[in-house]
């Protein structure tokens, strides 16, 4: 089941994250485009020119 941003008002407005969680995380763009992923324990200050403030959802995984 996703995880659209916009439930918590940042919908194609993130710039990094930080996943403290035991889950990966995979973010994609409104139109199903994957953009990264984030690997348990990991994290990025900038997710690069090319996806930043794209992310509309993300699905959370083992």
Do not use: I
């Amino acid at each position: 089941m996703p995880v659209y941003f916009s439930g918590y008002g940042f919908e194609r407005q993130t710039s990094g994250w930080v996943n403290t969680g035991a889950l990966k995380v995979d973010a994609y763009t409104s139109g199903a485009a994957g953009l990264w992923r984030e690997l348990p324990g990991s994290m990025a200050s900038y997710v690069g020119d090319q996806t930043n403030d794209r992310a509309a959802y993300f699905y959370a995984c083992k």
